[in-house]
């Protein structure tokens, strides 16, 4: 298990600026594998990315004085950036031989790596794209599981499919700080089970103000500054009495 989670009032994704501006700044790496002639689906894709970042946070040489903790900490000192690159053939065999973990999906493979610093990529990940990274679903994704945790998507913003996984996994790791130890142990043994999904639009407004952890987009890339991304709904966040406070604002970068 990791750490105990950030508390609110110091959240690494909150909007107004502070001391974790002027931080070192790290970032987390995703790379996901796109073989030319077998990607993955999108919706897959983007829920392995939610996986991947809560499996490493979970991994036990994140906390303690395992080997990934010094980074993680630095990373979570900051704000909690992630990139997604892809990589396909031989950039693949070469992003697996570095040190990280690789989580699975029924068609996607999705790589996670300990945080580096934003100008220390390692070069076989930093040689990879970045922009650009787009999928689709053959088929409309099945209905969320209302048992388990959703990530709702915005419903009004155009996303790749590479910013749609970032944002998940803000999403995804904002929902493993508001749980108890008993409640990520219980996720994490389960498999980290979710869903992403687009909300429906006639019920995004309530989302946002249901107070269930909500991500804030910085606007470096592809959206608006301040947009309103991802709501995170796990069951254990639907409890009295944190439903009853105000939405959990948060941001993104």
Partial sequence: MSADPTPV?????????????????????????????????????????????????????SAGEGEWAGAMRDWQDARIRK????????????????????????SAEVRVYPPVPLDGWPKDLARLQVSGTDLDDPEPPLDADSA??????????????????AQAGHAAQLAW???????????????????????????????TGSGLPLVRDAGF?????????????????RREPYRSGGPAATRSE
């Fill in 148 to 165: 388990a945790a959703v990530l709702w998507l915005n419903p009004d913003l155009g996303m790749s499919a590479g910013k749609a996984m």
């Fill in 177 to 207: 700080w508001e749980l108890s130890d008993a409640e990520r142990t219980a996720w994490q043994e389960a498999g980290f089970p979710l869903a992403v999904r687009t909300a429906d639009p006639a019920r995004w407004s309530a989302l």
């Fill in 83 to 106: 990139v997604v690159r892809r990589a396909r053939g031989a950039e693949w065999r070469r992003a697996e031989a570095l040190p990280g973990i690789t989580v699975t999906g029924k």
């Fill in 9 to 61: 009032s110091d959240s690494p994704f909150r909007s107004e600026p502070s001391a974790r501006d002027t931080a070192p700044q790290f970032v987390l790496p995703l790379v996901v594998r796109i073989e030319r002639g077998a990607p993955p689906a999108r919706t897959d894709a983007l829920e392995t990315a939610a996986r991947a970042v809560l499996t490493i946070l979970g991994d036990e040489r």
């Fill in 221 to 237: 890339t592809e959206i608006a500054p301040g947009s309103c991304t991802v709501v995170a709904d796990h069951p254990a966040l």
